[in-house]
């Protein structure tokens, strides 16, 4: 149980363009998700938090206007990177909590950006 | 041991011992802790997990160890296998609810046949 499904797993996009990124919750209902950005050989940074049907919270130096994030339904999630830039070629991550807050985030594999 | 800009620290070890990768976690109000396996190209994989209020916490072929005092956590994987090659990052839960993890830097552990 508690699989999540990223899609997709790579993309390659022009600079200028915008890319979205979907972050499904299968089995169970996820009221809240979570995306990271992860550059080679780090840890994963927090970018937002997605709450279904209200605005995402973003974390600090996170421009919000650059990352978009629609929680419409309690099974998807949705980052689009607008106006991509080579700088936001990255590994980006979500996470999907069940709602016992007693367990672990689960993740989706994630999607490798390459703006060209 | 820490790491220093870009390089993950890393552990190399031998197929069938006994591997160990340590976690200095930062806020002492932190009441959850998760330890993640990381294969390249991957999200993390959750492995195992332990509260404020234990020490200790055995799972299949791994066990973590928790102390508050020092603020440390380590994982100790047994009997090694070449399929453990990955990064492991240990991750802190502040505050209850749906409050956001925070990860640590990472070890990448290689194992050798």
């Known amino acids: 149980g508690a699989v999540v499904s990223q899609h997709p797993s790579r993309v390659i996009c022009k600079s200028g363009t915008s890319v979205k990124i979907e972050c499904r919750s299968l089995?169970?209902?996820?009221?809240?998700m979570f995306w990271y950005r992860q550059f080679p050989k780090q840890s994963l940074m927090l970018m937002a938090t997605?709450?279904?049907?209200?605005?995402?919270?973003?974390e600090q130096g996170v421009e919000k206007d650059k990352f978009l994030i629609n929680h419409a339904s309690l099974t998807l999630s949705t980052l689009t990177v607008t106006s991509a830039h080579p700088e936001d070629s990255s590994f980006y991550i979500c996470?999907?909590?069940?709602?016992?807050?007693?367990?672990?985030?689960?993740f989706g594999n994630g999607t490798r950006l390459t703006v060209t | 041991g820490e790491s220093v800009g870009l390089h993950l620290p890393t552990l190399s070890v031998q197929e069938g011992d006994n591997s160990i990768i340590n976690c200095a976690y930062s806020?002492?109000?932190?009441?959850?802790f998760i330890w993640y396996k990381q294969e390249s190209g991957k999200g993390p994989q959750f492995i195992i997990d332990?509260?404020?209020?234990?020490d200790k916490r055995q799972g299949q072929r791994v066990t973590v160890l928790l102390n508050k005092t020092v603020k440390h956590l380590s994982l100790q994987i047994a009997a090694t296998q070449p399929g453990d090659s990955a990064v492991y990052f240990c991750?802190?839960?502040?505050?209850?609810?749906?409050?956001?993890?925070?990860f640590g830097k990472g070890t990448m552990l290689l194992v050798s046949p």
């Open positions: 806020n002492s109000a932190s009441d959850y």
């Open positions: 996470s999907a909590a069940t709602g016992d807050t007693n367990s672990p985030l689960h």
């Open positions: 332990i509260r404020s209020n234990m």
């Open positions: 991750a802190e839960r502040q505050g209850s609810g749906y409050s956001t993890l925070t």
């Open positions: 089995d169970f209902q996820a009221t809240t």
């Open positions: 997605s709450n279904e049907g209200s605005k995402a919270t973003y």
